[in-house]
């Protein structure tokens, strides 16, 4: 089956950035779209970014200048730059994948989810 494996969350500082990677494993055919999503305690969760197979992407109203979602097809890997972070970024990040593997079977994973905290 195809894994996700998240890293880069942490605790920084307000203004400050982070880097969050997500690693796609498996015997992948395509990944067809990519996205990171958010979630506080007694929310919904919601989608911070969506990156296509063809490189288009869309952020919520929150984040658009300050977040960039990336891929690198070659290592199977999504990333989201996180610029000038703010505390009301504080949330459990999750990642997505949509695509489908070597067998021509769709698959639709996701990671574990990271914590990102921002301090005042």
């Known amino acids: 089956q195809v894994q996700l494996v998240e890293s880069g969350g942490g605790l920084v500082q307000g203004g400050g950035s982070l880097r969050l990677s997500c690693a796609v494993s498996g015997s992948i055919f395509s990944i067809n779209a990519g996205d990171w999503y958010r979630q506080t305690p007694g929310n919904q969760r919601e989608l911070v970014a969506h990156?296509?197979?063809?490189?288009?992407?869309n952020y919520a109203d929150s984040v658009k200048g300050r977040f960039t979602i990336s891929r690198d097809s070659a290592k199977n890997t999504v990333y989201l730059q996180m610029n000038n972070l703010r505390p009301d970024d504080t949330a459990v990040y999750y990642c997505n994948a949509i695509g489908i593997d070597s067998t021509f079977y769709k698959f639709d994973s996701w990671g574990q989810g990271t914590q990102v905290t921002v301090s005042s």
């Open positions: 990156i296509t197979k063809d490189d288009y992407t």
